[in-house]
Each structure stands twice: as structure tokens, then as C-alpha cells.
């Protein structure tokens, strides 16, 4: 298996995911242009390091899953806040045929783990995903796992924030079984360079929103198809 772990300026937090990473897996730190030596760290624990230098979340995630090479891949964070020891059941489920796409629902472990204007977002565009595409799910997050062929088939073209979710209401327009489990949250390392303020809460909806109603140029655009 293959874990995409989009990286930008997490020294501190890498010797703990990567200590957690299951064993036998590959993890593919994409580095989004860090200043704080996170490329030599990760490439010294071991991971295959790839840079993306164009800026954004989903730039960095869809970088990840180019360079991937496992069969089923998985998604996850990579500042300490979800634990990627807990991907092996949610590729399973994709590996048996329960489910197309796994996603894992944050559940905070402490007051502040996940800041009160973030669960807002997130529950905004939840909702309004379900309305759009019928797929009831309680989070939006970043932890994930499906089959890279069909990921890629998907055609996801946002480069911001809103690729999480594209995936989700590609996956879901494609016909795709989607499924969510629960797993714990942390309080993060350093800044959410996403959600940490209400300014990157807003700015994180606003690119869900041009998702959601399917605008012809979203926010972060970049090559669809042609890309692969």
C-alpha cells in the first residue's frame, strides 16, 4: 500500500507519522515547498519524497497519488493530528469490495483538538454535499483510502482546498459506494496552514462551494485528464 502524506513544514511532526506508519507500506511525502528542512527529514526516515511546487492542498495530494504505484492508496495528514497506524482496516474495506472510498470521520480526543469555527465549515459543506449528491457523510477530512486506478479516472481537477471534496462528489456522481469510520484527532503541530483561522475556514468553504456547484473554472484549476 501506498500513503500520500502532502507536507508543507512539518519537521516536528514527521518523526511521529512516519513512526506510524504501517509496516511494509510505502509513504510518499510530497513536499509543497517547505523552509524547514521537512524533505531531508522524511527522505532520512525513509519515505519517497516528491516536490510539488505549485502551492495547495490538493497540488500537493494529487502529486502524491501521480507518484503512487500500490493498487489501493491512502491519504492522511502530516502533521500528527490523525494516525496513519489506522489505514490498514479502510484499505481493506476497499481491498474486499465493502466500499469504493473510505473516509475517515475526525473525532476530536481534547477541547481544541479541532477549533470550533473548522467543525462549522466542515458541517456546512457536509450538508450541502449530501444535497447535492445524496451521499451522507459527517466530514469532509483528509483521511482516506481507494483504489488509485479509479482516483485517477475521477478527472479531479481542483488544486486548493476543495479536492478532498471533489473527490467526494466525483466519487459519488460516478456511482461510487462511500463509506466513513470513525477515527481520533489530535491537536496538531504547528499552524493549520487550512483551518487554523477563520480567514483559512472561509477561504477552505469558498473553494468547497465552487466544487459543489460545479462552476466551470474552480478555484485552484489545473490540468484535467491530460495531467496523467
Not at 487554523?196 to 484549476?221: F, H, I, K, Y
Request: with cysteine; proline share 6%; hydrophobic share 40%.
Amino acid at each position: 500500500m501506498d500513503v500520500i502524506l502532502p507536507c508543507l513544514d512539518e519537521a516536528a511532526a514527521l518523526p511521529w507519522v512516519m513512526e506510524r506508519v504501517p509496516p511494509r507500506w510505502r509513504a510518499i511525502v510530497v513536499d509543497n515547498g517547505s523552509t524547514d528542512g521537512s524533505a531531508r527529514i522524511a527522505e532520512r526516515l525513509g519515505a519517497l519524497v516528491v516536490a510539488e511546487s505549485r502551492r495547495g492542498f490538493g497540488a500537493a495530494c494529487h502529486a502524491g497519488l501521480l507518484a503512487a504505484t500500490a493498487e489501493i492508496v491512502c491519504f492522511c495528514d502530516c502533521d500528527a493530528s490523525l494516525d496513519p497506524s489506522l489505514l490498514p482496516p479502510m484499505a481493506e474495506a476497499v481491498r474486499r469490495g465493502g466500499a469504493d472510498l473510505v473516509l475517515g470521520r475526525r473525532r476530536p480526543v481534547r477541547a481544541g483538538a479541532w477549533p470550533l469555527h473548522a467543525r462549522m465549515g466542515n458541517a456546512v459543506v457536509a450538508r450541502m454535499l449530501g444535497r447535492r449528491t445524496g451521499v451522507r457523510v459527517r466530514d469532509i477530512g483528509p483521511m482516506r483510502a481507494a483504489r488509485r486506478k479509479d482516483l485517477l479516472g475521477l478527472g479531479l481537477t481542483d488544486r486548493r482546498s476543495g479536492y478532498s471534496l471533489e473527490m467526494v462528489v466525483r466519487a459519488a456522481d460516478a456511482g461510487w459506494r462511500v463509506d466513513e469510520v470513525d477515527v481520533p484527532y489530535y491537536p496538531r503541530s504547528g499552524a493549520s496552514k487550512v483551518t487554523g483561522t477563520w480567514r483559512g475556514t472561509w477561504t477552505a468553504v469558498r473553494d468547497m462551494r465552487a466544487v459543489l456547484r460545479g462552476s466551470a473554472e474552480r478555484p485552484g484549476e489545473g490540468p484535467g485528464r491530460g495531467d496523467r
